[in-house]
């Protein structure tokens, strides 16, 4: 391997900046000195990642969304293609967000650049095409889904199961009590949780269902706690907030394990929280609404029958997912009484975590990728 190696990043979401920075870290320990360049989020910026754009630019979720961006997707193409020529790099890691990076694979790919794809397009959900593209233009897929590598494996894809990001990004930093003096919280309440997303448009969608279920709780026995996440705009988020009114309302940002430990029920916005809040122990109702638009069509294409990844990691109905107009404060709210301490539903919720748990935590990311880096460097370098 050469003494200087020339990655180029790509992820598009916060979830995917988080993943790639603790991949990031581990890579700053081989003793090979890495030039990190491409497209990523502050926090793989603090790894050394040159960012061609600014991250927040790439937050855009649904059919009508991304059309309305597409001249700025285009333009980011004719980008990356320039630096490919240019400063042609070693290898392209991709993670996740593959409706623009199925295509930039196959970029890579023209140029004969060895592409890694990290967090596996979800292809067994819907638009089951995209396996044939990973197939002609990557060279391994990291999986953080079990079932994964065999689905991948039967169509001959070199594949590896890399265990779940999850897995060592759960870090706790303060209990209940220390948690409720810093967040002005009576710890003699209850604890009720909500996250309402991290990109802006699903806070516009559903914080106001959100808080509209949570002040239908008493003030006098609960505490509502409302997680804010960093990649939102803060000061369209507090305009949502300021007009409820509530004295138990408390704003959490950041320390987001922290609040899924300590809360007794969770709400949240369909996507990596459900499964982080799954692997945390918390039961959960998985909230999800789209576009109108973006819905109908997306109906007709995906081929589960759930939305949560907890569901469908245990192929089961265990947490109660609301979709749409079925999202609404009262249906929140009756399914947060179903899962409160004291109901035997929430003991079999549960035990089952328990089980999601297990499954997610064999293997970790920051070790298993660096292995393949190295195997794809010796191998196409």
């Known amino acids: 391997m050469k003494n200087e190696v020339t990655i180029f990043w790509l992820a598009g979401e916060s979830s995917g900046d988080l993943h790639c920075e603790l991949v990031m870290k581990s890579l700053a320990k081989e003793g090979v000195r890495f030039k990190h360049i491409g497209i990523g989020g502050p926090r793989m910026q603090t790894q050394g990642l040159k960012p061609l754009y ?22 980011v193409e004719r ?5 490919f020529e240019e400063n042609k790099p070693d290898l392209v890691i991709l993670a996740d967000y593959p409706g623009f990076n199925l295509r930039i694979a196959h970029l890579a790919d023209e140029y004969r650049i060895p592409v890694l794809y990290y967090i596996c397009p979800q292809f067994w959900a819907w638009k ?115 007009g409820t009114g509530m004295p138990n309302l408390h704003i959490v940002d950041g320390y987001g394990y922290d609040m899924m430990r300590h809360c007794e029920v969770l709400t949240c916005t369909s ?47 265990l947490l109660p997912e609301l979709v749409q107009h079925d999202a609404n404060p009262e249906r929140i709210n009756e399914k947060i009484r179903e899962m409160q301490i004291g109901s035997s539903r929430r003991d079999v ?13 064999q293997k970790k990311p920051s070790v298993e990728i660096p292995k393949i880096i190295d195997y794809l460097l010796r191998t196409y370098g």
């Open 54 to 75: 600014p991250f927040d630019r790439f937050a855009v979720m649904g059919f009508v969304e991304v059309i309305a961006h597409i001249g700025f997707f285009m333009q």
């Open 79 to 83: 980008r990356i293609r320039k630096q």
């Open 128 to 242: 089951h095409e995209r396996i044939f593209k990973l197939k002609a233009s990557v060279r391994h897929v990291a999986c953080i889904l079990p079932f994964e590598e065999d689905l991948l494996n039967m169509h001959n894809i070199n594949c590896s199961y890399v265990g779940h990001p999850i897995s060592e990004e759960t870090e706790f930093k303060m209990e209940r009590d220390h948690f409720a003096r810093f967040f002005h919280l009576n710890p003699q309440k209850r604890w009720l949780g909500f996250f309402p997303g991290s990109r802006n448009n699903e806070i516009k969608r559903m914080l106001p269902v959100f808080l509209k279920a949570a002040s239908k709780w008493d003030p006098a026995e609960y505490e509502i706690l409302i997680s804010k996440s960093r990649t939102v705009n803060h000061q369209d988020f507090m305009h949502l907030v300021s």
């Open 271 to 317: 996507g990596t929280v459900t499964l982080e809040a799954a692997y945390v122990g918390t039961p959960t109702v998985i909230c999800y609404k789209a576009n109108p638009l973006s819905y109908k069509i997306g109906k007709h294409l995906i081929r589960v029958s759930h939305i949560g990844l907890p569901n469908i990691i245990l192929d089961k109905d």
């Open 349 to 361: 919720v549960i035990l089952e975590l328990r089980k999601l748990k297990g499954i997610l935590g």
